[in-house]
């Protein structure tokens, strides 16, 4: 297993999408209890000033390189990772590994419906896939002990939390052992992508890294948050800065 890339702070494994699978495949045979993020700029710069969600990520049993940021910064630091390891696209290889061998998946947040529709479309892509059950993501504070329950009583294999970042990594931090899903992983808009809600970037425009340009002209509220992405940078030359002198 090669060492961990430290990107301000943040351990991201240098992991390409198979290996990545099979880890994740190793986690649910040892019925351990493991978070898995999918770490990409705006998530690592948050953490600068996020306490709680730098913890979940440094706690975190396996972090991905999801977005062209992460693996630009790793290459800067001169600890390059083998490939982009996409959030949307592991849970798009993670539900045919599922259908395979039948593993149990719980659909958790986003809108009302919108995971019932994801993972409709799940099972229509892939064969044998077993869904455990689906929650949307809206409840209360004093319900939070329900939705734990809920999922728990299902006995998933794998959990998909789609309560948008960090937001998701901090609730998964929070309830891991109480949850005790051998695979919890945040999947921000995945639920919004499969339901058709939301277009993804086109083929060539993730390739070229720009897929985090796309989702500005879908969406040009998200300005103030893309923001971070200069910021991030900034802060990892600064960091290679002070390691040179």
Known sequence: ?????????IPVDPVTMKEALDRICLMIASRSTNLI????????????SDPELAAA???ANLVVPDGAGVVWAARYVGQPV???????????ELIKVAGEKQYRIFWFGSAQGIADAASEKAKNSAAGLVVAGTRDGYF????ESNVVEQIRATAPDI???????PRQEKWLHRHLS???VPVCIG?????DVMAGRVQRAPLWMQQAGLEWFYRLAMQPSRFIRMLALPRFVFRVVKAGKHRDD
């Open 37 to 48: 993020a999918t770490a990409n700029a705006e998530m690592i710069e948050t953490a600068q």
């Open 82 to 92: 083998p490939e982009r390891v996409a959030g949307y696209d592991l849970v798009q």
């Open 178 to 180: 109480a949850l005790n």
């Open 187 to 191: 999947v921000g808009g995945t639920f």
């Open 1 to 9: 297993m090669n060492a961990r890339v430290n990107i301000l702070g």
């Open 57 to 59: 990520l440094q706690f």
């Open 140 to 143: 209360s504070s004093d319900q």
């Open 159 to 165: 959990l998909l939390v789609a309560l948008g970042a």
